[in-house]
C-alpha cells in the first residue's frame, strides 16, 4: 500500500537511487550529437522537474551548449542537428510526453528516461535509446535516480565546467545531510499559512519543485515569484497580504551578494523568512533543496490528514485526457 510509510521508506533509499542513476548514465550508449549544441528535456511534473534542474546548473556554470526545459504535449520548433532531446516520463504513460515522442523522435536524436508503459514499448520498437529507470515508485519519488542518470549520461559523453564524473560521485552525501529541525520549522509555520516563495537564480528549480511538493504530496497552494522580475509588480502588494510572515526567500552560498535580493528585500523593510540550502557546490546544494522540499512536504501532510502518495485529481485529468483522445 502507498502511504505515508512507504513514502518515507523511499526517501530513505534516495542515495541508493542516485547510485543508481548514476550507474544507468555512465554505461549507457545511446547515439548523440559530437558537438553538443542543446539539449532539450520534455517531460511533465515529477519527470519535468529535471530539465529546470538541468537548466539552473547550465546557467550557473555558463554550460557549452542551451538547454531548454519543456512541459508541454510538443517542441514548438524543429529541432537542429546538434540537439539532443531527453523524453521523461517515469511512468511511460503520460500523454503529453508520449504526443513528443511521435512528433519528434523520429527525424531526431531522443533518449527516452522511463520505467516502463508505452514509452517503453514505443522507443524498443522504434530502435531508441533509454535509460531505464527502478518500477514500482512514484514519478516525483524517483527524483534522485532520474537526475543523476541524465547527468551522468551528460558527463560521461561531453566535458562540462565545473561538473565531472567525479565530482557527481561526491555529491551524494548531500544525501545524508541532517534536515529535521528546518523541516518541522517551516512545515509548522506554513501550515499557519501557505508560502509566498521569491527566487532567484541559480535555485528556481528547488521552488518549483517546493511548490509542486505541496501540491501533490500534501494538497497545500503556494505560488513562487521570481526575482529581480517580481521587485518590478508584485512587490508592491506584497505588504498587504495580511500575513508578512508567508514570504519566504530561498537562499544559498551563491545568493551572497545577490544585488536583487538585497534590494528587494530592503523594499519590504527586511519582513522576509528565508529557505537556506546546504551544500558545498550548487549541484549539493539543489540537492539539498529538494529533499528538504519532499520532507517538508510529507510532515505538512500527516499534520493536514493527507496521505502524500495519492493524487486523485491528477489521475482524473488523465483519464479524462486519455478518454478524449481515444475517441
Ligand atoms: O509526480 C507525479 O506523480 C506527477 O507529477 C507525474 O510526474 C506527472 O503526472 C507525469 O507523470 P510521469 O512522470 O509518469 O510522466
Known amino acids: 500500500m502507498m502511504d505515508r510509510n512507504f513514502f518515507e521508506k523511499t526517501l530513505e533509499r534516495w542515495q541508493e537511487l542516485a547510485i543508481r542513476g548514476l550507474r544507468t548514465g555512465e554505461k549507457a550508449e545511446c547515439d548523440a550529437p559530437d558537438v553538443l549544441e542543446r539539449i532539450i528535456v520534455t517531460g511533465m511534473g515529477g519527470s519535468g522537474i529535471v530539465g529546470d534542474f538541468l537548466s539552473d546548473l547550465a546557467n550557473h556554470y555558463s554550460w557549452p551548449f542551451e538547454v531548454l526545459s519543456l512541459k508541454d504535449d510538443r517542441i514548438p520548433f524543429r529541432p537542429r542537428e546538434g540537439d539532443l532531446i531527453f523524453v521523461v516520463s517515469y511512468s511511460g504513460n503520460t500523454l503529453e510526453t508520449l504526443s513528443v515522442f511521435n512528433q519528434s523522435c523520429s527525424a531526431s536524436r531522443c533518449i527516452i528516461v522511463t520505467s516502463g508503459g508505452e514509452l ?54 548531500i544525501f545524508k545531510e541532517d534536515l529535521k529541525h528546518q523541516v518541522n520549522e517551516l512545515a509548522k509555520r506554513f501550515m499557519i499559512s501557505p508560502p509566498i516563495l521569491i527566487v532567484s537564480r541559480p535555485y528556481f528549480s528547488v521552488a518549483i519543485r517546493l511548490k509542486n511538493d505541496l501540491a501533490e504530496n500534501s494538497k497545500l497552494y503556494s505560488s513562487i ?38 534590494a528587494f528585500s530592503k523594499a519590504l523593510n527586511g519582513k522576509t523568512g528565508y529557505i537556506e540550502l546546504k551544500g558545498d557546490s550548487l549541484l549539493q546544494e539543489l540537492i539539498y533543496g529538494y529533499r528538504l522540499s519532499a520532507y517538508i512536504s510529507l510532515e505538512l501532510s500527516s499534520l493536514r490528514g493527507f496521505n502524500p502518495c495519492t493524487t486523485e485529481n491528477i489521475d482524473k485529468y488523465k483519464e479524462e485526457l486519455g478518454r478524449v483522445l481515444s475517441h
Not at 558527463?155 to 562540462?160: L, M, Q, V
Not at 508584485?234 to 535580493?261: C, H, M, Q
Open 120 to 173: 517503453l514499448s514505443r522507443s524498443i520498437a522504434s530502435g531508441k535509446c533509454s535509460l531505464r529507470l527502478s518500477e514500482g515508485l512514484l514519478p516525483r519519488l524517483d527524483l534522485p535516480e532520474i537526475l543523476y542518470s541524465i547527468l551522468s549520461f551528460l558527463t560521461s559523453n561531453y566535458k562540462i565546467p565545473n561538473i565531472k564524473a567525479e565530482s557527481l560521485d561526491d555529491s551524494i552525501v
Open 225 to 262: 515569484e521570481f526575482l529581480p522580475e517580481a521587485a518590478h509588480n508584485v512587490v508592491e502588494a506584497l505588504p498587504y497580504i495580511g500575513d508578512p510572515n508567508r514570504i519566504f526567500i530561498v537562499t544559498g552560498k551563491y545568493s551572497w551578494g545577490n544585488i536583487y535580493i538585497e
